[in-house]
């Protein structure tokens, strides 16, 4: 797992069968720490098995 800052954090998963379940479990922690709802969090698919979680701050 690598943290780029505060604000997002970059995660190569490769168990695809449990793609879902980190990526729920990183999305809760995340947001907690960021002291954000989870709604706030947004995931995107950035690579092969590769998924970068960013707050969005417009919803901020």
């Given at each position: 797992?690598?943290?780029?800052?505060?604000?997002?954090?970059?995660?190569?998963?490769?168990?695809?069968s449990?793609?879902?379940?980190?990526?729920?479990?990183?999305?809760?922690?995340?947001?907690?720490?960021?002291?954000?709802?989870?709604?706030?969090?947004?995931?995107?698919?950035?690579?092969?098995?590769t998924?970068?979680?960013?707050?969005?701050?417009?919803?901020?």
């Amino acid at each position: 797992m690598t943290f780029d800052n505060t604000e997002s954090m970059t995660i190569k998963i490769w168990d695809r069968s449990a793609v879902d379940h980190t990526l729920e479990s990183l999305v809760h922690d995340f947001s907690s720490r960021a002291n954000a709802h989870k709604n706030d969090v947004a995931v995107h698919l950035t690579g092969p098995n590769t998924f970068t979680l960013s707050l969005n701050t417009g919803a901020l």
